[in-house]
């Protein structure tokens, strides 16, 4: 770690789940300060063997946040709206410019990635601002945020309307869940 130059005192890295500042370097570990206060030693072997990130390599960094909107929502209109709002925070850097684009097709609805610039020491208010500005904007131009849903159905008996079918039956196989009438188990 020494001779490599990957890292220094005062960056902030995330190596295997310890993410932190960077505290000291020695010939046999690098000991890091987590935002919670606590110190982890991270011996030199793991760090060389695991995926390292050092965030403060850079003095500026893109901060991602996936959002996802309902299948219903006008799609160029949440693109849209997402784009507009970097431009009302003075910590967003506007370049590199802010960008906006679809990634994927969710459980519940559509999943799109805002990415803005900003220096790495406004990280935190950086997230908390975009955050809380998607929320109300989107509230205002009446998009929801999906979540997900389960919805369970009840089968009543000739015998007991209201009541679960005794006939029904859950049942789990493998990592699967079944429901289906007595004897119907694969």
């Known amino acids: 770690m020494l001779t490599d130059h990957a890292l220094k005192v005062g960056d902030f890295i995330t190596v295997d789940e310890i ?15 987590t935002s919670d206060g606590r110190i982890v ?7 060389i063997n695991a995926k390292l990130q050092n965030v403060s390599s850079h003095p500026t960094r893109r901060f991602d946040v996936v959002v996802s909107v309902s299948y219903d929502t006008d799609l160029r209109k949440a693109l849209e709206i997402l784009g507009t709002i970097p431009a009302k925070y003075p ?15 969710g459980a519940s609805g559509i999943d799109i990635t805002l990415g803005v610039w900003l220096n790495n020491s406004d990280l935190l208010a950086v997230r908390n601002q975009v955050f809380v500005a998607i929320k109300e904007t989107f ?20 015998h007991h309307p209201g009541r679960l079918n005794p006939e029904i039956h859950l049942w789990e196989q493998g990592n699967q869940i079944y429901l289906g009438k007595t004897g119907e188990q694969a």
């Open 19 to 33: 993410s932190g500042t960077v505290d000291t370097i020695t010939m046999l570990s690098v000991k890091v300060k």
């Open 41 to 47: 030693r991270i011996p030199n072997e793991t760090i």
């Open 91 to 105: 910590l967003v850097l506007a370049d590199p410019q802010p960008i906006v684009f679809c990634t994927s097709f």
């Open 139 to 158: 509230d205002s131009a009446g998009i929801s945020i999906p979540f997900p849903r389960w919805m369970s159905t009840w089968f009543p008996s000739e």
